[in-house]
C-alpha cells in the first residue's frame, strides 16, 4: 500500500507502533502491537496485530473505541506500513490480523481486496473460515488473515 500514510514511531523495536490520527474529531492516539502467541507454524514464531486507541481517561488501549476521524484509508496505510517494516527485518514471521468485531475484520479484507497484487506481491496470505485455514480468495469472506513474508 502506498497511499499517504501517517509517521509511526516504534516503542519497543519492532513490535510497538504509535501514530497519531488527525482529523475533525481532533488528534487521536492510535497504538498497533505485535504480540506473540503461543504455537507456531512449521517452527515460524506467529504474532498477533493488535490495533487500538488510547484511552486517556482509563490510560488504558481500546480495540472497540471508534474514532470516525474521516482518515479511515490513511490509519489503514499505516498499518500496512508497519506490517511491511515488522516483518522487514525477520521475515519469519506470521501476523495474524483478526478485527476486534466482524466489520473491523471486514474493513480488513476490504483493503486486503483494494490492494491485492501489490500485498501478494509480498506476502503469502491465508484466510480463516469455520477454523480452518485456507489461500486467500478475493471472493471470499473471512473471519481472519495469516500472512507470511515471501
Same mark, same amino acid.
Given at each position: 500500500?502506498k497511499p499517504n500514510r501517517y509517521h509511526c514511531v516504534v516503542n519497543r523495536p519492532g513490535e510497538s507502533y504509535v501514530f497519531y490520527s488527525t482529523g475533525p474529531k481532533g488528534k487521536i492516539r492510535k497504538l498497533i502491537d505485535y504480540e506473540l502467541v503461543e504455537g507456531d507454524v512449521e517452527g515460524i514464531p506467529?504474532?498477533?496485530? &493488535? *490495533?487500538?486507541?488510547? !484511552? ?6 481500546? !480495540?472497540?473505541? $471508534? &474514532? ?6 490513511? $490509519? ?5 506500513? %508497519? =506490517?511491511? !517494516? *515488522? ?6 514471521? $506470521? =501476523?495474524?490480523?483478526?478485527? &476486534?468485531?466482524? &466489520?473491523? %475484520? ?11 497484487? /501489490? $500485498?501478494?506481491?509480498? *506476502? *503469502?496470505?491465508?484466510?480463516? =473460515?469455520? !477454523?480452518?485455514? /485456507? ?12 500472512? =507470511?513474508?515471501?
Amino acid at each position: 500500500m502506498k497511499p499517504n500514510r501517517y509517521h509511526c514511531v516504534v516503542n519497543r523495536p519492532g513490535e510497538s507502533y504509535v501514530f497519531y490520527s488527525t482529523g475533525p474529531k481532533g488528534k487521536i492516539r492510535k497504538l498497533i502491537d505485535y504480540e506473540l502467541v503461543e504455537g507456531d507454524v512449521e517452527g515460524i514464531p506467529r504474532f498477533n496485530l &493488535s *490495533f487500538s486507541d488510547w !484511552d486517556y481517561d482509563t490510560q488504558t488501549a481500546s !480495540d472497540m473505541a $471508534v &474514532s470516525n476521524n474521516g482518515d479511515r484509508d490513511k $490509519v489503514l496505510a499505516t498499518i500496512a506500513y %508497519t =506490517i511491511v !517494516d *515488522f516483518t522487514r527485518k525477520e521475515k519469519d514471521r $506470521v =501476523i495474524i490480523i483478526e478485527g &476486534s468485531t466482524p &466489520s473491523r %475484520t471486514r474493513l480488513y479484507q476490504m483493503a486486503i481486496n483494494a490492494h491485492y497484487d /501489490e $500485498v501478494s506481491s509480498l *506476502f *503469502f496470505i491465508q484466510g480463516r =473460515i469455520a !477454523d480452518e485455514w /485456507e489461500t486467500f480468495n478475493t471472493d471470499k469472506n473471512y473471519e481472519a488473515f495469516s500472512i =507470511i513474508r515471501k
